[in-house]
């Protein structure tokens, strides 16, 4: 299983971007996917999940502002991001694993796989 992530860059605050990860090796269809994004110093945080079904789940800080999707054709997931702000500066990680609870979705020990990251830098 491998997950190439990719999107990042470098966005004033107010900006947006478009998180790319494309998955490959298995059939994603029964996987769930998620994003999650680690800081310098700090440890990873759920960022996005989205289930095997399409059920979404976002922590609370990032509802509104970021939506998650997928094309299980093409064994992609994808995260817009929009008003950015310098605090979401972080390294950017795409995750799956197979079908786990819903609530298990934002903790990061559910995941069997993990991407490389991309780094979003947030200018203010």
């Known amino acids: 299983v491998r997950l190439q992530a990719c999107g990042g860059g470098l966005v004033r605050a107010g900006g947006s971007l478009n998180l790319s990860c494309a998955a490959s090796g298995r059939t994603f269809r029964d996987y769930d996917m998620a994003w999650f994004r680690q800081a310098p110093g700090k440890e990873r945080e759920f960022v996005a999940g989205i289930s095997w079904r399409g059920t979404k789940l976002y922590p609370d800080s990032m509802k509104g502002r970021f939506t998650i999707s997928r094309d299980n054709t093409g064994n992609m997931v994808y995260l817009e991001m929009n008003n950015l702000k310098p605090d979401d500066t972080a390294v950017y990680f795409c995750?799956?694993?197979?079908?786990?609870?819903?609530?298990?979705?934002?903790?990061?020990?559910?995941?069997?796989?993990w991407g490389q990251g991309t780094q979003v830098t947030v200018s203010s």
């Open positions: 995750a799956t694993t197979p079908r786990i609870i819903y609530s298990s979705l934002a903790v990061v020990s559910s995941y069997d796989y």
